[in-house]
């Protein structure tokens, strides 16, 4: 490896960061990772730090996966590459279309459609709903409702769903035909509403009155993740998403469940849908599903969906849409290790309990902590809300924000800083020790920099 001078020197200036200004890249370049470890990162200095952010809510298992690099080492002999367009197939890709058909059986998906992220199977999972309505003769069903404080990705039509201006606002006009509704957030919501149940019904009620207004039959799909993750971790009640469901239903809108975070055991369950009791018609799964070795994304289908498709008789029913890349067969051999690993650890369970134990120490720290607005979480996704005035819930300043996530760094533990939230993703193979010390260092950033 070249020396820590050359990436000093090279850091920022040749390559453009996602989500980042480029200027402020170059004055504030970021840290460059050279190596991990299980649920730890060192970086070309030599600093070693407990990665609270899991990649990017993606390293599920941690870095050290020796099942997964060696399946992707031995597809990568055999066979490194080949299409899947219409003709020519892959073994990896057929077995893997078998075992995710077997694990999302409880969510009543049937079929794969395959992709290089999440983005991509947003993307799918769009297009796939338009389409579907043309299958079935509603050719003006075109329309898409979702969720402010939803993130789905970076494509033109993910990013018209989106609900967050900072994703949207330099690349408009973003595509016609979409609306979006409040989300069941407590801390912040139009109705100064608290109380969880109440807003889920105010929520859904609106999505209701949406769907109305704009006539059901010109509305395709409602598309939403069921714990919003990068809008700043939002949990909605329990009865959100089933009262979405019946809506949906109700209208013969689809429902796409945004999965991309929440499939395979992120929430404490194995899927986000399956904590709340509903099948959606269309899931769109990624990140964890190579545990973020490969990028793959999976669009999995109902069998609803897939009936029309399948027993279309006319051009309609024909797919014009995939990419170079689906169904790589190195990212479905990884993801076919992948999944037989997450299982055999049981990762959804240590979620579940390392996620309440990892929520409950920052509600203690809130309590200590002014500067900690609102602490939100399911499983392991959890966000700190940092407010500068608790009773006027000022967000946090980004000088700040910046101060503490270089200061956690500093002391061993990285952390996730968006706009003036702390978003914690860590592997879901963490250790009760894992949790403790990443709470007490953020509690100690918090301290020194004030
Ligand atoms: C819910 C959700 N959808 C879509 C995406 C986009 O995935 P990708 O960055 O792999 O394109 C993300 C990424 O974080 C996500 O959280």
Redesign the pocket.
Known sequence: MRPPEFFSEHNARHFWHPMAHPAEMQSHPPKVIASAEGVHVTDVDGHRVLDAVGG??NVNLGFSNQAIKDAMRDQLERMPYYSAFRGTSNTAAVELSLILREWFEPDGLTRAFFSS????A?ETALRLARQYHRVRGQLDRTKFISLKQG????HFG?ASVNGNAKFRRNYEPMLPGCFHIPAPWTYRNPFDEQDPARLAELCAGLLDAEIRFQSPDTVAAFIM?PVL??GGVIPPHESFMPMVREICNRHGVLLIA?E??TAFGRTGAWTGSRLWGVQPDLM?T??GITNGYFPFGATMISEKVAAAFEGNKDGFGAIGHGYTYSAHPVGAAAAIATLAETERLQVAENARHRGKELIAACRGMQDRQEIIGDVRGQGLMVCLELVSDRDNKTPMDKKRVDAIFEQAYADGVMIRVSGNNVILSPSLIVTDGNIRTIAETIEAAIRKTA
Do not use: M, P, Q
């Not at 992220?117 to 991509?120: A, F, L, P």
């Open positions: 990017l809510w992220g999440g983005s991509d947003v993130y789905h990705g970076t993910g993740e993750g990068a945004d991309v975070i769109c990624a990140k």
